[in-house]
């Protein structure tokens, strides 16, 4: 099958919207009809080489669809399934599946290191040779093959653009406070970057009961939508010293967690000097590969203080997309402010740079 795609060719350059030939899905996968499909710092930062992720590439990882045709193996979706399409499918068997790590999934890592499916292979050609898929999912495109566990079905009842945002941003910024801080009732929580991400993270930090949610951004038109989304404060590192604004609200103490989503590693060091001992740092953001992060080494033993890494919402993905909805359809999470503008994929590239500017919410390319 043919279909319309955008390309990246080189690292810093315009993707090209260009005719694709799709393959027909192998035994355990599936070929998915993309409806909406969100753009985040991480396809952005990709464009730019800072993953080394194999080009050419088709980017774009934050998705919703409905399954056009099934794998002969296939078992957990039909024809007609109306998915969110996961960006780290898990094989279910290896070390770290048995583990409960399944965004860390082995099968999942060769597959994105070599920029294929599961067996390491295309399903995308172009006249010049093979396409890269990233992470599995290469949304950027009319169509997808996919592997089986990375199709998650929803109901008729949730809106494209919202299952699409629920396949990242959200679930990394809820999953940040609930699976990695485990914010508690009556916490100061501090969200450093009010992005797609961040702003999911505050409105996890206001349902799970924290007392203060201190955002955090170098761009002070933030603050709006920070606050509406359940920030009580707003600071900005251009104009305030952080650590010491953050330990006068609460008695010098500092805050129990503070959740880092811009991959700054400078944000990473503030964070940590900005929780009281025994708190946690929790590091979303993805910094370039040979940056470094700094801390007090002699701190760390009698602090007691942590930094966490966290993946996807450090969480369990396909049991997280339905905890969301079901809070989104209760009304108490609300990802419908959340969508932006929506654009055809000939745009793709102008939502780049409205990325790179700072724009307050989520661009949405829509089939
Ligand atoms: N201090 C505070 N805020 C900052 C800083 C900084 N040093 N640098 C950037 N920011 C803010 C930007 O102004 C912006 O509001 O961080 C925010 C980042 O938002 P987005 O560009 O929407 O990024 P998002 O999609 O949320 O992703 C955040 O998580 O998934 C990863 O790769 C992704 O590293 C990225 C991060
Ligand atoms: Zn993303
Ligand atoms: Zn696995």
């Known amino acids: 099958m043919r279909m319309k795609a955008a390309v990246l060719h080189a690292y810093n350059e315009d993707m090209v919207i260009q005719d694709v030939a799709i393959a027909d899905p192998k035994d355990r996968e599936v070929l998915v ?16 080489g800072k993953s080394r992720a194999k080009l050419p590439l088709i980017l774009g990882h934050e998705a919703s669809g409905v399954v056009e045709r099934v794998g002969s193996a296939v078992s957990k979706v039909r024809v007609g399934d ?115 991400v961040g702003i999911n993270a505050i409105q996890a930090a206001a349902l799970s009961g924290a007392e203060m949610i201190v955002a955090i951004d170098i761009n002070g038109d933030k603050e709006g939508v920070a606050r509406s989304f359940g920030a009580t404060h707003f600071l900005n590192p251009n104009t305030c010293d952080v650590t010491d604004a953050i330990k006068s609200l ?51 033993p009698n602090t007691q203080k942590r930094v966490a890494g966290s993946n996807y ?18 009304g108490k999470f609300d990802i419908d402010r959340q969508i932006g503008k929506r654009i055809a994929l000939e745009q793709i590239n102008d939502a780049f740079r409205w990325l790179e500017q700072g724009v307050l919410a989520r661009t949405l390319v829509c089939f």
């Open 82 to 196: 109306r998915v969110i399409l996961s960006w780290a499918p898990n094989c279910g068997q290896c070390f770290y599946c048995q583990k409960r790590f399944p965004t860390l999934c082995d099968v999942y890592g060769f597959a994105a290191g070599r920029g294929g499916l599961w067996d390491g292979t295309s399903r995308l050609e172009a006249q010049s040779g093979s396409i890269h898929h990233y992470s599995c999912v290469s949304s950027f495109a009319e169509y997808a093959v996919v592997p089986e566990t990375g199709c998650l079905p929803i109901g008729e009842d949730v809106p494209f653009e919202v299952a699409a945002l629920v396949g990242c941003a959200v679930t990394t910024g809820f999953g940040a406070v609930v699976n990695d801080a485990r914010v508690e009732p009556g916490d100061t929580v501090g969200v450093i970057g009010v992005g797609g």
């Open 313 to 330: 919402g450090g969480g369990i993905p396909e049991r997280d997309f339905d905890r969301i909805l079901g809070l989104y359809r209760a």
């Open 33 to 48: 009809r993309i409806a909406a499909t969100g753009v985040c710092h991480s396809d952005l930062s990709a464009s730019k």
């Open 250 to 300: 609460n008695r010098g103490r500092g805050a129990d967690s503070v959740i880092e989503c811009t991959g700054r590693p400078t944000a990473i060091s503030a964070a940590y000097d900005c929780i009281r001992p025994g708190g946690i740092v929790v590091s979303v953001g993805i910094a370039g590969r040979e940056e470094m992060v700094a801390l007090p080494a002699s701190t760390l």
